[in-house]
Nanobody, 125 residues
Framework: QVQLVESGGGLVQAGGSLRLSCEASGGILTSYNMGWFRQAPGKEREFVAAISWAGITTDYSDSVQGRFTISRDNAKNTVYLQMNSLKPEDTAVYYC??????????????????WGQGTQVTVSS
């Protein structure tokens, strides 16, 4: 099973940008549809964005649509989340996850077979 490691989190002012990376090892990333979730303190983990295994289809939550972009470079075994126009409410631990087979139900955590350890994003006002 593939192992996932997120990086790129940090502290940024409102209106700023960050790019998160999720690097896979121990497997072939092209076998996996990928998603980003986030969890703020005291809240449940929520769906942020997803991308199909070939990178053809992407989906976003309403709260990040138009500000975040998910992409992937299968040659580098890496998935990215470009986050622009960040808001304080984007503060959370961000997790990447992957699942195999059909690209569906990507907004559901139980669909995912593997997860990274998370990276903290803090947006100051």
């Amino acid at each position: 099973q593939v192992q996932l490691v997120e990086s790129g989190g940090g502290l940024v002012q409102a209106g700023g940008s960050l790019r998160l990376s999720c690097e896979a090892s121990g497997g072939i990333l092209t076998s996996y549809n990928m998603g980003w979730f986030r969890q703020a303190p005291g809240k449940e983990r929520e769906f942020v964005a997803a991308i199909s295994w070939a990178g053809i289809t992407t989906d976003y939550s309403d709260s990040v649509q138009g500000r975040f972009t998910i992409s992937r470079d299968n040659a580098k075994n890496t998935v990215y989340l470009q986050m622009n126009s960040l808001k304080p409410e984007d503060t959370a631990v961000y997790y990447c996850g992957g699942y195999q087979y059909a690209y569906r139900d990507h907004q559901l955590q139980q669909r995912y077979d593997c997860w990274g350890q998370g990276t903290q994003v803090t947006v100051s006002s």
